[in-house]
């Protein structure tokens, strides 16, 4: 089963992803996870997009479309999740054709909605441990007391640049002019599910499972 996970910055995609992952066997493809990979290795593709990122802006097509498509050839059983990926018109065109081509369909798109207000609390109360990518929230998943990552043990954690007000609004942006075409898009060929992302995040767990099970 392959499915795109849409939503907003902060609406739950890679909390979700990850559960998706445990429990289901499948593969997170995170273009978002792989730019900043590239970043911190010191790439010319991470110094190339590294100012753009932290603006807030989408990098451009032809970048995460070569990103995912180096990925797709692999096997996986339980399929992929995309997360963050598409973000624009061509970039889904770009999916259609790329599925196609190593004979994947396309089985659900999952609209994660939250508001505004709620997406700033949740982006700058957030942190990622450093060494596997767990997410946490200051206010709804708290750093573990005794300063260890729940699910690798390492006790360092990082905050993202562009997980400031400035950088949220221009992403904000981004989303509503450039991605939100394409829930309509996906809605036209019968493939939109939408759930209530702001919900506590085990709510949301049951909510995709059931779009899953259906
Ligand atoms: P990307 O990394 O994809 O960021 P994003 O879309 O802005 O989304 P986030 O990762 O910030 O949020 P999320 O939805 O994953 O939420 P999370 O689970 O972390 O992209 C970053 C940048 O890379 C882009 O701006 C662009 O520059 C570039 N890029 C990436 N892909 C691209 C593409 N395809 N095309 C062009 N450019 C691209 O949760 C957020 C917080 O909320 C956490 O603290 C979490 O613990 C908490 N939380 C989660 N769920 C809940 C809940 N239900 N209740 C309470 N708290 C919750
Ligand atoms: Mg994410």
């Given at each position: 089963m392959n499915i795109i996970l849409l939503g907003?910055?902060?609406?739950?995609k890679g909390t979700q992803a990850r559960h998706l992952v445990e429990t289901r066997n499948m593969v997170q493809l995170s273009t978002g996870d792989m730019l900043r990979d590239a970043k911190s290795s010191g790439s010319e593709l991470g110094k190339k997009v590294a100012a753009v990122m932290a603006r807030g802006d989408l990098v451009t097509d032809d970048i995460v479309i070569g990103l995912i498509g180096e990925r797709l050839s692999q096997t996986t059983a339980g399929g992929f999740i995309f997360d963050?990926?598409?973000?624009?018109l061509a970039q889904a065109d770009a999916l259609d054709n790329l599925l196609k081509s190593q004979s994947h369909d396309l089985d659900a798109v999952i609209e994660m909605r939250v508001d505004d207000d709620a997406l700033v609390s949740r982006i700058t109360a957030r942190s990622t441990?450093?060494?596997?990518?767990e997410v946490y929230n200051d206010i709804t998943k708290p750093l573990p007391v005794d300063g260890k990552?729940?699910?690798?043990?390492?006790d360092e954690f990082t905050r993202r640049a562009d997980d400031n007000e400035d950088s949220l609004r221009q992403r904000l942006m981004e989303y509503y002019k450039k991605t939100s075409p394409i829930i309509g898009y996906y809605y036209a060929k019968g493939l939109l599910d939408q759930v209530?992302?702001?919900?506590?995040i085990y709510e949301v767990q049951w909510a995709i499972s059931e779009v899953l099970d259906k």
């Open positions: 907003p910055p902060g609406s739950g963050g990926f598409p973000r624009t441990c450093a060494k596997c990518g990552c729940v699910n690798c043990a390492s209530d992302g702001l919900g506590a």
